[in-house]
């Protein structure tokens, strides 16, 4: 199993979520997360005063699958959340040794 995480910009959730229900991954993680890659924030102006904004609100999309399905899933990441700007965002695969399922106490794969 792999787990594939995606670091995108919060406006592209939707494109993402349906890339990935299309591939018939139905359970993922999302959580609202903040930082800088090479675009090192941007400055804003509030009330006449600027100020700079070191850390960008992005997203961290989480999901684990088989590892038929990896580059599959990682494609569909990239295609629904580029935009060809900078700060598009990463997606990192790591392994997965075991997954186990609170409820019914599954193992493995059957556990995802």
């Given at each position: ?41 941007h400055t804003e102006i509030y009330r ?24 599959s899933a990682v494609q569909a990441v ?35």
């Open positions: 199993m792999k787990k594939l995480e995606a670091i995108i910009k919060p406006f592209k959730l939707e494109e993402v979520r349906e890339s990935l229900l299309d591939l018939g991954l139905e359970c993922m993680t999302i959580s609202e997360v903040k930082g800088f890659g090479r675009q090192k924030g006449d005063s600027e100020y700079v904004v070191d850390f960008l609100p992005k997203l961290k999309i989480e999901v684990v699958v088989i590892d038929e399905m990896i580059n990239v295609k629904a959340a580029r935009t060809g700007r900078i700060g598009d965002g990463k997606v990192f695969v790591t392994d997965v040794e075991q997954a186990f399922r609170i409820r019914t106490e599954e193992a493995g794969a059957r556990a995802v």
